[in-house]
């Protein structure tokens, strides 16, 4: 029987509520298909770090990177602090850790889920890079001013290698979707030194890959054609910070966060874990929509599945997309969409749709 040990963070505000959920659905397919996963639960959160000032150490994430893969909620509350006047946030601290460079977040408009764009075929995949970019200055020494202050961006040649590589395959895989397979990267080489190596290489990796069709735009204009024709993207290709903000926009157009499922991986790690954050504003409610991360534990056991040559595990993550878009389909819907189910409702119609 297939046996995977997984490292479990719930994190901070919703994220506790949505990895309830998403335990659940994998508990049902356990139950159901022969899948063993083992937990090893960790208390990773902002509000331990407001209690006892405990934060993720990199003997901590040695620990966990043993693990087979992890199930992350979200972590920050925005009140919650380190010395630097910047939030807590182990995923950011895995990312590095790890050397986590591409965020995978697919973004599809569901079948039961309304647009606030015309557009009616929105599929792509937004691939943010998370190792670099704009966040790559985070460790740096900086004195503390309360007259300037500064961030570092920059891009290696190493890393966006890697990182077109995967959005390049990504397009090639997708095809099974109907896509012709194409990949558009989302740059600023018209005012930032860091993008005009990282559309160079970008160049390099499209001719290498003759077979899938490439664009490039500027962010800006880019952002614009997100909102205008989102049907023109299928695998968009960013810097951390844009990929960060692109994503979010995508997001949005296919009804919210509470849709949008993350994977950030490197060549041996993954975190599983949905786009949105902790959501004080809804927290504690039994409101949040735990589609993104019941989606977010899907791709793992189809990260899994790949990287172990498991047909069961691929098919098995495949059984709770069906569930999820069936569920949407059906409805109730939670609130973020619209509709007037809570979570355990979200839940329950997502397990009832379970392939037998
Ligand atoms: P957020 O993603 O938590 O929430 C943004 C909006 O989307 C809110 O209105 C929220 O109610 C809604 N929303 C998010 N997820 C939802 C869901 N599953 N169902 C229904 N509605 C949902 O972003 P924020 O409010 O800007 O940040 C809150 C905290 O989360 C901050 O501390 C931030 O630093 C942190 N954060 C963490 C992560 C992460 O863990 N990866 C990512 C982003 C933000
Ligand atoms: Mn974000």
């Known amino acids: 029987m297939t046996h995977y040990d997984i490292a479990v963070i719930p994190g901070d505000g919703i994220g506790p509520e949505v990895v309830e959920a998403a335990l659940s659905v994998l508990n049902e397919c356990e139950a159901r298909y022969g899948l063993k996963l083992n937990y090893t639960f960790y208390d990773f959160s902002a509000d331990l770090y407001r209690r006892t000032g405990r934060k993720i150490t990199a003997a901590d994430m040695d620990e966990i990177g043993q693990k087979d893969a992890v199930l992350f909620g979200a972590m920050g509350l925005p009140d919650v602090r380190g010395?630097?006047?910047?939030?807590?946030?182990?995923?950011?601290?895995?990312?590095?850790?790890y050397g986590l460079f591409s965020s995978l977040r697919p973004v599809r408009l569901f079948e039961g889920v309304e647009s606030p764009v015309k557009a009616k075929d929105i599929d792509m995949l937004v691939i943010r890079e998370t190792s670099e970019g704009m966040f790559a200055g985070l460790a740096d020494h900086h004195e503390p001013s309360d007259e300037s202050a500064s961030d570092r961006m920059t891009i290696t040649r190493a890393t966006c290698e890697k990182l077109f590589d995967v959005a390049f395959s990504q397009a090639r895989a997708r095809r099974k979707r109907g896509t012709p397979g194409h990949v558009t990267l989302l740059h600023k080489s018209n005012a930032l030194r860091s993008n005009?190596?990282?559309?160079?290489?970008?160049?390099?990796?499209?001719?290498?890959?003759?077979?899938?069709?490439?664009?490039?735009?500027?962010?800006?204009?880019?952002s614009m054609y997100m909102v205008t024709d989102p049907e023109r993207y299928d695998v968009v290709v960013s810097e951390n910070i844009f990929g960060d903000i692109v994503s979010e926009i995508a997001a949005g157009l296919v009804g919210g966060l509470g849709v949008a499922p993350s994977a950030d991986v490197s060549l041996t790690h993954g975190v599983f874990q949905p786009s949105h954050g902790s959501a004080p504003?809804?927290?504690?409610?039994?409101v949040a929509n735990p589609a993104a991360m019941i989606l977010s534990a899907a791709m793992m056991l189809e990260w899994l599945g790949e990287?172990?040559?498991?047909?069961?595990?691929?098919?098995?993550?495949?059984?709770?997309?069906?569930?999820?878009?069936?569920?949407?389909?059906?409805?109730?819907?939670?609130?973020?969409?619209?509709?007037?189910?809570?979570t355990q409702e979200v839940l329950d119609t997502v397990v009832k749709a379970l392939p037998a």
């Open 83 to 97: 010395p630097e006047g910047l939030e807590l946030g182990a995923q950011v601290e895995m990312r590095a850790h």
């Open 196 to 222: 005009v190596l990282m559309e160079k290489v970008f160049d390099e990796v499209a001719a290498k890959s003759p077979d899938v069709g490439s664009a490039k735009y500027y962010i800006d204009a880019g």
């Open 281 to 286: 504003d809804i927290a504690g409610q039994g």
């Open 307 to 342: 990287r172990r040559g498991d047909d069961l595990c691929t098919q098995i993550a495949q059984n709770i997309q069906i569930a999820v878009e069936s569920a949407l389909a059906t409805g109730p819907l939670a609130r973020d969409l619209g509709g007037p189910a809570g």
